[in-house]
């Protein structure tokens, strides 16, 4: 069964790698695409088979802290990934603390992202 993954980074070209890496996961993967934090969240609020949210956290409109408040106002179970270039421990902690589920750091290597998406979906 496929994985529906909202990607929200305000790079498409990051968005683009990002998707690469996930088809490189051996899951399938249906990839929704957003440019900011606003936009993730109006396509999360619109499309209940989303399984995943992988986002930036520096964005434009609303950063990813912000999205990850407003995505656990309305579900508190859905794993949110932070990928990002950010590298402050009190940014991580405040992600974590706010309701994100993992942290990666740009640039990335895909084996980690298959590695995150093989302990999320353990069933594929």
């Given at each position: 069964?496929?994985?529906?993954?909202?990607?929200?980074?305000?790079?498409?070209?990051?968005?683009?790698?990002?998707?690469?890496?996930?088809?490189?996961?051996?899951?399938?993967?249906?990839?929704?695409?957003?440019?900011?934090?606003?936009?993730?969240?109006?396509?999360?609020?619109?499309?209940?088979?989303?399984?995943?949210?992988?986002?930036?956290?520096?964005?434009?409109?609303?950063?990813?802290?912000?999205?990850?408040?407003?995505i656990?106002?309305?579900?508190?179970?859905?794993?949110?990934?932070?990928?990002?270039?950010?590298?402050?421990?009190?940014?991580?902690?405040?992600?974590?603390?706010?309701?994100?589920?993992?942290?990666?750091?740009?640039?990335?290597?895909?084996?980690?992202?298959?590695?995150?998406?093989?302990?999320?979906?353990p069933?594929?």
């Amino acid at each position: 069964m496929s994985k529906t993954v909202l990607l929200v980074d305000d790079s498409q070209t990051m968005r683009t790698i990002l998707g690469q890496a996930l088809n490189l996961s051996g899951i399938q993967i249906n990839k929704i695409d957003a440019e900011d934090g606003e936009k993730a969240l109006e396509i999360f609020k619109s499309n209940p088979s989303i399984d995943l949210i992988i986002t930036d956290i520096n964005m434009p409109k609303m950063d990813g802290i912000q999205l990850i408040e407003e995505i656990r106002k309305i579900s508190q179970t859905i794993p949110i990934l932070v990928l990002t270039t950010e590298t402050k421990e009190t940014l991580k902690q405040k992600a974590m603390y706010m309701g994100a589920s993992g942290w990666i750091v740009k640039p990335f290597k895909p084996n980690q992202i298959s590695a995150v998406l093989k302990e999320i979906f353990p069933n594929g």
